[in-house]
């Protein structure tokens, strides 16, 4: 079974930190490019960073660059992003996508193949 399971989520206070992780399951991402969107009630789906296949090239959103830093361990065939100064419209859902490209985009959500279930995001005090 193919699949993406994130994990990390949880609740902080502002100013804090968390780090998601982006596991694959049942094929490889070495030849994918790896993007985190996130999604808070009653607002549209927004791209957050993404990572190319082989890690060399990243993208995040204004919203949080600075901030986030996205990263991949082939080897473990993981994808993580950290979150740090976090605020409290930082909450969200987070979900992470495979995109079968060697670069990533975060314009083009539909262009993802396989999609994780999501992890809770809350920053709250």
């Known amino acids: 079974q193919l699949q993406l399971v994130e994990s990390g989520g949880g609740l902080v206070q502002p100013g804090g930190s968390l780090r998601l992780s982006c596991a694959a399951s049942?094929?490889?991402?070495?030849?994918?490019?790896i993007g985190w969107f996130r999604q808070a009630p009653g607002k549209e789906r927004e791209g957050v960073s993404c990572?190319?296949?082989?890690?060399?090239?990243?993208k995040y959103a204004d919203s949080v660059k600075g901030r986030f830093t996205i990263s991949r361990d082939n080897a473990k065939n993981t994808v993580y992003l950290q979150m740090n100064s976090l605020k409290p419209e930082d909450t969200a859902t987070y979900y992470c996508?495979?995109?079968?490209?060697?670069?990533?985009?975060?314009?083009?959500?539909?262009?993802?193949?396989?999609w994780g279930q999501g992890t809770q995001v809350s920053v709250s005090s």
């Open positions: 049942g094929f490889t991402l070495d030849y994918y490019a």
């Open positions: 990572i190319s296949s082989s890690g060399g090239s990243t």
């Open positions: 996508a495979a995109l079968p490209y060697s670069n990533c985009d975060l314009g083009r959500p539909y262009e993802y193949d396989y």
